[in-house]
């Protein structure tokens, strides 16, 4: 499976970080297009205390702990629009947006994209293929809330960065890896079951 990830500066790098090392995991993922803004860049340093300013594949590797020779992740630069996820000729199974700011939702909600991110997502929309939006932000105002229905009227999957605390998470770590399940969940990408409710007798 080939898939493109966009990683944008919401908060929540740790999101990206950690969706990106499942998608490793999985087992079935071969390429990743990865594209990141540049205040993605800037939330990843504060957030993680990571430079990923210029990004190169092995910076992105040893990020990710994946060996340095692993080919798994395709960068391409925002501004690069004859880039692969541009075209609707190229196939692959889709796109997912994590995190997602309100401005990188704004322009792909209006499809009036600048770069590369938004073009991929609009891509995605218009060839029916899977579009995964991670939002943050609170609160939301009206703007965003009607950009998000635009966008889930027009096929794509709207998945706030809140996640449950009903498997008891004991970590951040689980916390977050909970809501990374269920996106890797939309492609049906296999993963550790650990977030699949299997039902339980509350008492009332
Ligand atoms: C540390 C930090 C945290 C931010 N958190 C958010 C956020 O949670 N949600 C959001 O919509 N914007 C957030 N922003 C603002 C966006 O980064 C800014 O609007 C930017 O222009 C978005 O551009 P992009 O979508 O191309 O990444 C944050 C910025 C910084 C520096």
Redesign the pocket.
């Known amino acids: 499976m080939e898939l493109t990830v966009g990683i ?5 790098t740790i999101y990206a970080h950690k969706t990106l090392q499942l998608l490793a995991a999985s087992g079935v993922v071969e390429q990743i297009n990865l594209i990141m ?4 860049a ?2 990843a340093q ?2 993680m205390g990571v430079n990923l300013k210029d990004p190169t594949v092995p910076k992105i590797n040893e990020w990710l702990g994946l060996a340095p020779e692993s080919r798994l992740i395709r960068f391409w630069r925002l501004d690069n629009l004859a880039a692969k996820p541009s075209s609707g000729s190229h196939k692959q199974a889709g796109m997912m947006i994590v ?1 997602c ?4 939702l704004g322009a792909i909600a209006s499809g009036a994209g600048t ?1 590369l ?1 938004h073009r991929a997502a609009d891509v995605c929309l218009k060839e029916g293929r899977k579009l995964v939006i991670v939002p ?2 609170t609160p939301f105002n009206a703007i965003h809330l009607e950009n998000m229905l635009r966008l889930s009227h027009a096929g794509a999957r709207i998945m706030p960065a809140s996640p449950g605390f009903y498997h008891r998470p004991k970590s951040i770590d689980e916390l977050v890896e909970h809501l990374c399940f269920r996106i890797l969940d939309q492609f049906d990408i296999p993963h550790s079951k650990r977030s699949v409710w299997t039902g339980e007798e509350v008492e009332s």
Do not use: Q
């Not at 944008?8 to 929540?12: E, P, Q, R, V």
């Not at 803004?37 to 993605?40: E, I, N, P, Q, V």
């Open positions: 944008t500066g919401a908060s929540g803004s540049g205040t993605a800037t939330v504060v957030e995190p700011s309100m401005g990188t770069n991110i943050r932000e």
